[in-house]
């Protein structure tokens, strides 16, 4: 008999089965990761596919009118844009109504540095604002005071300019404003007892008449 007949013989293995014992464990560590790994990745795509049914299903759960939701605020908003344009539109019709409406005419006429005080002046213009030209001359002719007559000369220059530089006829116009404003103050000095000096102020104003052509029947608006 050979010396390797006698060594299996005696129970021994040879070299190859040697190395064959040894690879077997590391292949079936390998192995065991590999189906670690598979699972894992398999639980993945399961809850990727899981959490897509629950958001379709939510979506589907969602009432008709949440949807429509969007829709309807779009509407409100263009109803809204619509409201306010439309005051805007009719203000500018009626600004162009009013342009093109014929504006009266104002005749005014001035007298300035007339030697008294404003304060006196107003006193008297405040009765002949509003009224036509023949009843302003009845006031101012029968009013008591010293500067009714430097009205009445100033209301009869404002009705010839109306007459002769804008063709106004006299029965058609008012007095639409009378004011007196307050001009410079003229100071002198009167002697006084024991060599003294008193001041006096000597006042003066500026009046002013406009006259205007009365508003026609039916029209409350004031043009102009």
Known sequence: MSAED???????????????????????????????KAPAGEQADG?????????????????????KAPAAKEAASEKAAEKKAE????????????????????????????????????????HIRGKSVQEARAILAFTPREVARDWSKL????????????????????????????????????PRAMGRATPIRKRTSHLTITLTPRPEPGTNKRHG
């Open 47 to 67: 809850e990727q596919a899981a959490t897509t049914k629950k958001a379709a299903a939510k979506e589907a759960a969602k009432p008709a009118a949440q949807k």
């Open 87 to 126: 005051p805007k539109a009719a203000s500018r019709k009626g600004a162009k109504d009013a342009a093109k409406a014929p504006r009266r005419r104002i005749v005014a006429a001035h007298a300035r540095y007339v030697r008294t005080s404003a304060r006196k002046a107003r006193m008297v213009c405040g």
């Open 155 to 190: 209301l009869e220059s404002a009705v010839a300019n109306a007459e002769s530089n804008h063709e106004l006829l006299e029965d058609d116009l008012i007095v639409r404003e009378a004011y007196a404003d307050e001009g410079p103050t003229i100071k002198r000095f009167r």
């Open 6 to 36: 006698e060594k299996q013989d005696a129970g021994e293995t040879p070299e190859s089965d040697k190395a064959a014992a040894k690879a077997a464990p590391a292949a079936k560590a390998a192995k065991a990761k590999a189906a670690a």
